[in-house]
């Protein structure tokens, strides 16, 4: 594919040919110099490191950093810079970058020939449109004429550039914002934050980086913050050749920062060249807030949110708090707050005798202001689920979201474990499969997949499923789990204690697979290894909060129906996130003919729901077999 022309200020270069015009005059370069520019601008808008332009220039050569040095002062006297570097900028002990606006043009579309005016009107009216839009924004944008559509993007975390260890929240923050208003555009998929944060760092390769998440386009950038400014520069490339398709630099007062939000989003759908709905336009440029501090509240409580820690849940509850003292009405906020409570439960930090309405309220609270905000009707389900028992209302709020955003992968993915603990494996599987489209990259989203095949009772499935699940992550408990579980269901108990030891020594001793252990024991004729890990779980629940499920599943193991009911009882009253699998749970076999479990069964609503899909209450409960997997 044809190299497009770059142009910048009275600058056209011809990448292909080495060839750089000013104002329709050859400007002669070094065949080095011209390989340094053509870099340089390849990358417009990010640092290139020294190292690795000496590795491209001078392939299998050693040359002495001075030899770069004079490359760059020759091709800034060639480009006419003096003290004023306004086309290429030194990043002291790093690299250089190219900070000019560039505007490309397609070889084919934009002879050499050509003049400024030949450029596409396309590209013309994009800016006009941008212009009018947000004419108080002070940026530099460009956009590829007329680029093939793209149907898949990934948003990677801003780099940040010279910032404190207090802002380090705002690369990943931003990228999330992005993601989030990018992804209610359904002509295009968004690879969700869970994806991309582990791109967050400074030393990446983006088209890389696209490849591994299997999009079309990536979105790189970085964001400096200084003297109560911000300098934001992106860039998207199209992964298949390492094209920019659009770079784009906005230097504002940090107040602004909500309106750099926007122009970028709105640069981005032009570049694609997406043909927008009148709903996509609205939702697009609709804003949660006005309050850029509430804003930058809200993108601290994700970026702590995102770390999935009892710590980050703690300080994001702060943070979504901090946003919405200051802005009453920003949903978001509010479905973010919903998020942490649920998780609470979720991780088994706290009972849901705690959190549930807490989670509720603020859900509820985020759809009383915006009825449409997909996160929040997610956000509500699982309290529907977990905590109301009400699996028909749940049902409903999963459909929504998924009706409201199907490019909402959390939404698939809760939605699909949700399925399967109704007995519902067939479409669970489809809800499962079409996360894991997604969020390729996500380990919780491929263990659930093989999950629900251990819960349909296809064990050699879900075994070929989980060993596929370790090769490419060996170090990820969740998958050596379901894979002992499976061993453990055919019968393979050597097999299934190894996989249970190596998922409680990966995860730090974690309950599940402690308790998971104990089962095994317990059903394997091992009574004092597992009375021996019961006690060790009791033990821990009189310094923690310790989930009344797991003592159960292991007196269930043993044999002692008495003290299993007695444990399920204070799970009900406490509501237990993990006892929503006992539906399907195998661990609770030998419990189904006993009266208090069948009516445990009808209050956690899988008779009603049953009854409202038209099938027996327990006609499933045999079929398919599970433990709940976390929600992620």
Known sequence: MAEPLYEFGPFRLDARDKLLLREGKPVALPPKVSETLVLLLRRAGHVVEKDEILKIIWPDTFVEEASLTQNISILRKALGESEDHHYIETIPKRGYRFVAPVRLLDQREAPWTARRRFIPLITLAAAVAALAVLPYLKRETSAVATPPPSRSIAVLPLVPIGAPTSDEYLGLGIADALITKLANLQQITVRPTSSVRKFVGSKRDAVAAGRELAVESVMDGSIQRAAGRVRVTMQLIRVADGTPLWTGSFDEKFTDLLSVQDAIADSVTKALALSLTARDRIRLKKRDTDDVEAYESYLRGRFYWNKRTEEGFTKAVVHFTRAIELDPLYARAYAGLADCYNLFNNYDLAPATETGPKAKAAALKALEIDSELAEAHTSLALVREVYDFDQI?????????????????????????????????????????????????????????????????????????????????????????????SYEQTGKFEEARNQFNRAIDLSGRNTLPLASLGHLHAISGKQRDALRILAEIEARSRERYVSAYFPAAIQAGLGRKAEALAWLDRAERERAYWLISIHVNPWFDGLRDEPRFQQLERNLGFQAFAEAHGKSATGSSTSDVRSAPRRE
């Open 393 to 485: 209302a749940a049902d409903q709020s999963y459909r929504r979201a998924i009706e409201l955003n199907p490019n909402y992968s959390t939404a698939h993915h809760w939605y699909g474990l949700f399925l399967v603990q109704m007995g519902r494996t067939e479409e669970a599987i489809q809800h499962l499969q079409r996360a894991r489209d997604l969020d390729p990259l996500s380990n919780i989203i491929s263990v659930g997949v093989a999950w629900a095949h251990y819960f349909a009772r296809q064990h050699e499935r879900a075994i070929e499923i989980s060993r596929k699940n370790i090769e490419v992550v060996p170090d990820f408990w969740p998958a050596h789990l379901v894979l002992g579980w």
